[in-house]
Nanobody, 125 residues
Framework: HVQLVESGGGSVQPGGSLRLSCAASGYTGTTYCMGWFRQAPGKEREGVAA????????YYADSVKGRFTISQDNAKNTLYLQMNSLKPEDTAMYYCAIGRFCVSTRLMRPSTYNYWGQGTQVTVS
């Protein structure tokens, strides 16, 4: 079965950095996308960044452009999110996800994704 395991979350002061990792296993598709999402208490889950598995093309929410970088290590089946210049409003549970059929205009929508990890907490204060 497909398993996604996030790690790297924690507490950091404003302006600090964290790198999240997402180890993926069990997915046998060759063309798919992966994304990072976040959800703060009382708010809807929102897309942060996404990447196409094959081309490596990346997409970002406007709120994180220039601060966050999504990347992948295909040999390790691992997805990363480097987060710099963190702000208190970045505080949330962060999730990684795999989407089997991805359209670039819908990469920031949770409904695009089929498999989800359990999340890792990021707190900026």
């Amino acid at each position: 079965h497909v398993q996604l395991v996030e790690s790297g979350g924690g507490s950091v002061q404003p302006g600090g950095s964290l790198r999240l990792s997402c180890a993926a296993s069990g997915y046998t598709g060759t063309t798919y996308c992966m994304g990072w999402f976040r959800q703060a208490p009382g708010k809807e889950r929102e897309g942060v960044a996404a990447i196409y598995r094959g081309s490596g093309s990346t997409y970002y929410a406007d709120s994180v452009k220039g601060r966050f970088t999504i990347s992948q290590d295909n040999a390790k089946n691992t997805l990363y999110l480097q987060m710099n210049s963190l702000k208190p409003e970045d505080t949330a549970m962060y999730y990684c996800a795999i989407g089997r059929f991805c359209v670039s205009t819908r990469l920031m929508r949770p409904s695009t994704y089929n498999y989800w990890g359990q999340g890792t907490q990021v707190t900026v204060s």
